[in-house]
């Protein structure tokens, strides 16, 4: 099956700098990964979705210039928060799909990097 | 916009009995809908999904939900809690009938296992 690989999977900065989270498609090609963020004791909301060779689409209120995404290759997207800040720290989630036989997607989820900005 | 209701955020079950997980959606489109599970400090597990195929859809460990389109709802099921499925469960409905698309995720519901 579909396997998503997230790196690194924890991670501790300090405030001002930039950390970047790697998302891995292992076994197939995504040409879209879509990038979550989940608060403590809360739901999954969408930031962005990371397109290969083009920009990223981010939601509203999710500023782009704080999160950079870049969709290098068919297999690899990276999200880098920079300058970061102690409410930067949350779980940062990644997924990536295939259109599945019904035409429904079916989204595999990396296991999650969990930020904490000192 | 597409969205989902989950009912409970905390559930609390004695190990052995039932579990009932209810989720309400709303959709402008047929929806796909999906069940994830997510134990503490993990990353999010498919328990299963629904496609328009039927109704009654089968998962991973034992649970089950079944797509009401007349009470617009996709409660989870499983005849009998184990200690191993406490975790966090999320109801899902697909952001748009096309491809590979986002999800839209509910606030989530907190299953407790008692043993």
């Known amino acids: 099956g579909a396997v998503v690989s997230q790196h690194p999977s924890r991670v501790i900065c300090k405030s001002g700098t930039s950390v970047k989270i790697e998302c891995r498609s292992l076994?197939?090609?995504?040409?879209?990964m879509f990038w979550y963020r989940q608060f403590p004791k809360k739901s999954l909301m969408l930031m962005a979705t990371?397109?290969?060779?083009?920009?990223?689409?981010?939601e509203q209120g999710v500023e782009k210039d704080k999160f950079l995404i870049n969709h290098a290759s068919l297999t690899l997207s990276t999200l880098t928060v920079t300058s970061a800040h102690p409410e930067d720290s949350s779980f940062y989630i990644c997924?990536?799909?295939?259109?599945?036989?019904?035409?429904?997607?079916?989204?595999?989820f990396g296991a999650g990097s969990r930020l904490t900005v000192l | 916009a597409q969205s989902v209701t989950q009912l409970d955020s905390h559930v609390s079950v004695s190990e052995g009995t039932p579990v009932l997980l209810r989720c309400n959606y709303s959709?402008?489109?047929?929806?796909?809908l999906f069940w994830y599970v997510q134990h503490p400090n993990k990353g999010l597990q498919l328990l299963l999904k629904?496609?328009?195929?039927?109704?009654l859809v089968k998962g991973i460990n034992g649970f089950e939900a079944e797509f009401k389109k007349s009470e617009t709802s996709f409660h989870l099921t499983k005849p009998s809690a184990h200690m191993s499925d406490a975790a966090e469960y999320f109801c899902?409905?697909?952001?748009?009938?096309?491809?590979?698309?986002?999800?839209?995720f509910g606030k989530g519901t907190r299953l407790s296992v008692i043993a």
């Open positions: 997924s990536a799909g295939l259109a599945g036989r019904s035409g429904a997607n079916v989204l595999t």
């Open positions: 076994d197939f090609q995504a040409t879209t």
């Open positions: 959709s402008s489109y047929s929806p796909s």
């Open positions: 629904y496609t328009s195929a039927a109704t």
């Open positions: 899902v409905v697909s952001a748009r009938n096309s491809g590979n698309t986002p999800l839209v």
């Open positions: 990371s397109n290969e060779g083009s920009k990223a689409t981010y």
